[in-house]
């Protein structure tokens, strides 16, 4: 890639094409549960700004500037009271809409505060993820993603820290040749004891572990698909190894949702569609929302096992570049890929905080595997240009009320070989008429294979050296 485009692709901030373009998206900004406690007032780095949210007394939530409109000082240490923010240093009151309410320093009959406006933004709070719009002008309603259209008790949200540029996080969740490697165990674990966990259960219609499935079969054949939304990724592993005579194939289907999110499976009946939200060039955070088709979520279970992992409040890993990740070279040798423990999350960790801050992408070897990431760069790349020509691109910035669902729909399960797109429609019909939520939203079944004919899988461009150098076409 060219090292402009690389800047291009990577940067953010105020003023950046790429930054324009990630502004016609909603963002996550933090999880509800940052909001509950004593003080709900949350510094709030994104895309480059320093903001700070807080939940007035009235509950509006509010997202405005940091930095006091007075001189400056730092609000996220402000008062939380009088229906405001209050900056502690001369006492100015700001409302959640930006409006500056209270200036009690200044002469009793000032008109003062009738001129200071600070910066705000609009935002929502859906399914545990409160999300803001730092765009111009009206927002778009929120997509309608099944991660959010669910009901709150079937969904689940946690988020966690990456030292590193957020488009290296999306990347890993694009690539699904990785988890043969980079999430290899040695050992199966009792898969009924995988709840909440990824790749621990058995694959669907299967009592085969996923770990096993993974670890034996390492080269799978990868398609992919432009969609709505973005991207559809297909792996296929046709199991043909020992005791198996490769009349079933394993079919794990995911999916990029612009602009910086992915959609997997968790579990037959889990998804997690997570978000790679820039806190600037150089560092992120993954929001993740795990939809549960079949029952509600055990959420006391899920964030307890994810709370093991971080420190609290930032959500940042305990297992870090400061420590080296705890590496154990024994475990390394014997039981895992990584050497770095079984939390799956901290092996993707460590492989893109591994490229970089900014991974340097100018002297990469793209491989077969890596269809989907060179799809995805011509994409954005594609989608930064024609909003900098005052375009806007298609995926998903029309949603309107009246969609009622677009998925994405996520599978990891076995089918007869040759035959996946018939094996995913039935599926994933089965498994949808038998959720309390889901069976109503026919809409969604949409972007399954039907939504998408074989005959759109997207050209091999992996070999080529201009894989997604534009001006080669
Ligand atoms: S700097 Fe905030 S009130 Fe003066
Ligand atoms: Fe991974």
Redesign the pocket.
């Known amino acids: 890639m060219r090292a402009e485009d690389n800047r291009k692709i990577t940067e953010t901030g105020p003023g950046t094409p790429g930054g324009a373009w990630m502004r016609l998206y909603w963002q996550p900004v933090a999880l509800t549960e940052e909001m509950e406690g004593e003080r709900p007032v949350v510094p709030v780095r994104i895309l480059g700004e320093d903001l700070v949210l807080f939940r007035d007394d009235d509950g509006a939530i509010g997202l405005i500037d940091r930095r006091c409109a007075h001189r400056g000082a730092d609000l996220s240490l402000g008062r939380l009271e009088d229906g405001g923010l209050r900056c502690y240093f001369h006492g100015w009151l700001f409302g959640a809409d930006g409006s500056c309410l209270d200036t009690p320093a200044e002469p009793a009959d000032s008109r003062l505060r009738s001129k200071v406006r600070i910066r705000s933004y609009p935002v929502r709070e859906r399914n545990g993820i409160v999300w803001a719009f730092l765009g111009d002008g009206t927002p778009p309603n929120l997509p309608a993603l099944d991660c959010l259209i669910a009901p709150q008790e079937y969904t689940f949200a946690f988020k966690g820290y990456l030292d590193c540029n957020w488009l290296q996080a999306l990347e ?2 694009i ?1 699904p040749a ?2 043969s490697y ?2 290899r165990f040695e050992n199966d674990e009792d898969t009924a004891d995988g709840y909440g966990r990824q790749f621990r259960n058995a694959s669907l219609g299967t009592d085969l572990p996923m770990t096993r499935i993974l670890r034996e079969y390492g080269r799978p054949e990868i398609l992919n698909a432009r969609t709505e939304y973005g991207q559809r990724l297909v792996a296929l592993r046709r199991l043909d190894g020992e005791g198996l005579d490769g009349s079933s194939t394993h079919v794990r289907i995911t999916h990029q949702v612009f602009p910086h999110g992915i959609t997997i499976p968790l579990s037959a009946t889990m998804a997690i569609t997570q978000w790679h939200v820039p806190t600037d060039d150089v560092s992120c955070y993954w929001y993740a929302m795990f939809t549960s088709l079949d029952e509600p979520v055990d959420k006391a279970t899920m964030r307890a096992q994810r709370l093991e992992g971080i420190t609290l409040p930032d959500y940042k890993p305990v297992r870090n570049r400061a420590n080296n990740y705890r590496f154990d070279p024994h475990e390394q040798r014997t039981q895992t890929y990584t050497g770095l423990g079984r939390d ?1 999350n901290v ?2 960790q460590m ?1 893109v905080e591994g490229q970089g801050r900014i991974y340097d992408r100018s002297h990469e070897h793209l491989s077969r595997s890596d269809r989907a990431i060179v799809t995805y760069r011509r994409m954005a790349l594609q989608a930064i240009d024609t909003v900098a020509e005052g375009g806007s691109p298609e995926t998903l910035l029309t949603d309107t009320a009246d969609v009622e669902s677009r998925g994405p729909i996520p599978l990891d399960g076995i089918g007869p070989t040759g035959e996946w797109e018939q094996y995913w429609a039935r599926s994933i019909a089965d498994l949808r008429k038998a959720s309390p939520w889901a069976s109503r939203l026919q809409a969604a079944l949409a972007t399954g294979p039907a939504g998408v004919p074989g005959s759109e899988i997207e050209p091999d461009r992996s070999g080529s050296p201009d894989a997604y150098d534009r001006s080669n076409g």
Do not use: R, S
């Open positions: 890993v969740g690539d990785h988890a980079l999430h799956i092996h993707d492989a």
